[in-house]
């Protein structure tokens, strides 16, 4: 409410269409390409950082809090790279992205976070996404008139992005073989230098592989109430030890989800008798240890087969 | 004979926890802290990044079924944390190893919990069973708060300990709510015994994170009594009593409400997170305003919600001038390296005393 009364007084507030920063980690992978949309629709230009490299990771385990997963290491090196490019960054508050599930807790302080540890390098503009409270659509639509649009105009902007979010990617056609699957969080497999090396090696190997698209779980939040997980357990269930070679999950250290997950996936696996691989990435992941691993998995199910 | 029925240990609120089910006309299985060999069978069960009270407490489950206890009895949290999905897993990794116990959820699923469904105790003396767990756990806290104001003054080391361990067991031994109201009595005349140095100025120092590993002596290595021996009153910022009251709902004028916690922390974080993110954040914010010298904060490594405010807490240290350490937990954690740490802390904060003493409300 009281956003939309300061929308009024806001309006047309100059140096609302400043440029502003998306890091190229975590959350744009979560919901792909629909923060670009809403501000291209806006017509507020978007920065986005540069894709992560060896370099991206060397810093985030520098400036960031050592205990962190992965992903959020990284965010922190994307934004930092951002700092001297814009002056806001948008980093939403994500609770939950689909009705009846939650999201990771640590998405939860993010904003405040960064806030806490870019304060005086750039403002942060956030927005609660909780779809167990109110649709996305509000959700940027009140981001539009807190970013000083007028109420019209963001709602049509919400409407535009929504329509423009990639829609999930179709499965590759069946050509009959038996693939892998390699499953983990939208934001380790979108990510072009954690993901790639692996997904390139397999292909060397000679065997197919399939990634697993993000997308929002279908059934009850049960067992698992994660988003994430819950859409990689359903994956799991659904998968035909016919077609299916082997599974190899892409999670990074210190991952809290995928340490309460990964015992629902062993089990669900072994149950349907599909060999399972979990690979731990973190910033000393040397790519030998990863090649060695992932031969040694295809050899052993080629052997089994 | 009564059967066992395992609790998962909390420190010294484990008594009031196994006063609480007596009425079922069971036998608690507890112990008041983790023990080394508790903690091995735990870690080597639990998946490899579970977090440290994952591990202790699955430990616990698995040392009690094979003391041949048939029941267990866990939290089942509705919140974001893994705490959510610990009884489930527990009960997974039991079943893998062949134990037989079953763990009740604290959670209701119709109007009665199972547990209770189960045992189906007798209505009147339930309540009265429920009445002196409410007691024995609010006697807890009142002893806690005054081994905490002796120790860091005490000239014999190890006295307020002896007698935190003796008052202890004398509150274990009380029967009725009258017996533990006449043992509390005794409390404040027996801490007032104990010979202190009056020209001493302690320290203080908050204590404050995930709650597990605040109240288990051996999991945090003790950190309580190593800062008092330091000199330093600590004030452990979980206190069962204050928590019960947040969890039902009723202190919604206590200092601790979460209302009143989350306006302490509102220019800082914004959300509950999970766990005790959010009761961390802000009593680091009150400990600033009431003049504490530092705080601890106490987390199991890798620990969801408490990792994730960190970066909080590092720029509250900043702006409000209050050192914070930072202490995380696995069951690599080295003794000595965390007596070194802690000793370190505590002479900085005496430095800086002597510096810039200072205003004390």
């Given amino acids: 409410m009281r956003t939309f009364i300061a929308s009024f007084f806001r309006r047309n507030r100059p140096g609302r269409q400043r440029p502003i920063g998306l890091p190229r980690a975590l959350h744009p992978h979560l919901q792909p390409g629909l923060w670009e949309a809403f501000f291209a629709a806006l017509g507020v230009p978007v920065v986005l950082s540069a894709p992560t490299t060896r370099a991206t990771l060397e810093r985030a385990e520098l400036i960031s809090e050592t205990e962190h997963c992965l992903p959020v290491k990284l965010l922190d090196a994307h934004l930092e790279e951002l700092a001297g490019r814009v002056d806001r960054v948008f980093v939403p508050r994500i609770l939950s992205l689909h009705r009846g599930f939650i999201s990771c807790p640590k998405l939860a302080a993010l904003p405040d976070a960064v806030r806490a540890q870019f304060r005086g390098r750039f403002e942060v503009v956030t927005a609660d996404v909780d779809e167990n409270r109110r649709p996305l659509e509000q959700t940027l639509a009140e981001l539009g008139r807190a970013l000083g649009f007028a109420p019209a105009e963001s709602a049509a902007a919400a409407r535009q992005a929504l329509a423009a979010a990639a829609p999930p990617a179709a499965p590759p056609a069946d050509s009959g073989r038996r693939r892998y699957l390699l499953i983990g969080h939208p934001y380790n497999l979108a990510d072009a230098y954690l993901a790639d090396p692996i997904v390139r090696k397999l292909e060397e190997l000679g065997v197919a592989v399939e990634r697993l698209p993000a997308g929002?779980?279908?059934?009850?939040?049960?067992?698992?109430?994660?988003?994430?997980?819950?859409?990689?357990?359903?994956?799991?269930?659904?998968?035909?030890?016919?077609?299916?070679?082997?599974?190899?999950?892409?999670?990074?250290?210190?991952?809290?989800?995928?340490?309460?997950?990964?015992?629902?996936?062993?089990?669900?696996?072994?149950?349907?008798?599909?060999?399972?691989?979990?690979?731990?990435?973190?910033?000393?992941?040397?790519?030998?240890?990863?090649?060695?691993?992932?031969?040694?998995?295809?050899?052993?199910?080629?052997?089994?087969? | 004979m009564k059967p066992g029925l395992a609790i998962q240990p909390w420190g010294n609120y484990s008594l009031a926890l196994a006063a609480s089910v007596e009425c079922l006309r069971v036998e608690p299985w507890t112990q008041r802290s983790t023990t080394p060999e508790t903690l091995r069978l735990g870690v080597e069960a639990s998946p490899e990044f579970a977090c440290l009270s994952f591990k202790a407490c699955t430990g616990h489950f698995i040392q009690a079924a094979q003391a041949g206890i048939r029941y267990g009895v866990m939290v089942n949290s509705r919140g974001t944390c893994r705490l959510r999905y610990y009884r489930e897993i527990q009960q997974k990794i039991l079943k893998e190893r062949g134990l037989d116990l079953f763990i009740f959820g604290l959670g209701y699923d119709g109007i009665k919990p199972p547990l209770i469904r189960h045992f189906d105790p007798d209505p009147i003396p339930f309540l009265q069973c429920c009445a002196r767990a409410q007691q024995k756990t609010l006697a807890v806290d009142a002893l806690e708060r005054e081994t905490w104001r002796v120790r860091a003054v005490e000239r014999r080391p190890g006295d307020a300990t002896r007698l935190l361990n003796e008052c202890l067991a004398d509150l274990d031994r009380a029967r009725s709510v009258p017996e533990i109201r006449a043992c509390v009595r005794t409390f404040k005349p027996r801490f007032a015994a104990v010979p202190i140095d009056e020209t001493r100025v302690p320290l203080r120092i908050g204590l404050l994170g995930e709650a597990t590993l605040l109240r288990d002596r051996y999991l945090n290595h003790n950190l309580e009594e190593i800062l008092g021996g330091l000199g330093a009153e600590v004030r452990n910022f979980f206190l069962l009593g204050d928590e019960m009251r947040n969890i039902f709902r009723i202190g919604l004028f206590s200092r601790n409400s979460r209302w009143r916690l989350k306006r302490l922390a509102r220019p800082y974080l914004e959300n509950l997170v999970g766990g005790h993110a959010l009761d961390s954040v802000a009593h680091a914010i009150r400990c600033a305003q009431e003049g504490f010298d530092g705080v601890v904060h106490v987390a199991p490594a890798g620990c969801m919600p408490e990792v994730s405010v960190r970066p909080i807490l590092r720029r509250l240290s900043q702006d409000l001038d209050l050192p914070i350490l930072e202490c995380s937990f696995d069951e690599h954690a080295s003794h000595v390296g965390v007596v070194t740490r802690l000793e370190a802390f505590a002479s900085m904060l005496r430095e800086r005393q002597e510096k810039k003493p200072r205003k004390r409300p």
């Fill in chain 1, 216 to 305: 929002p779980p279908r059934g009850a939040p049960a067992p698992l109430r994660w988003d994430t997980s819950a859409h990689m357990l359903e994956a799991l269930r659904a998968r035909d030890p016919a077609r299916c070679a082997g599974v190899i999950q892409l999670t990074s250290f210190n991952c809290g989800c995928d340490s309460m997950a990964g015992p629902y996936y062993r089990e669900t696996l072994k149950a349907a008798g599909i060999p399972f691989m979990a690979l731990t990435l973190d910033a000393h992941a040397a790519l030998a240890g990863l090649d060695t691993r992932l031969e040694a998995f295809v050899e052993s199910i080629a052997g089994r087969a």
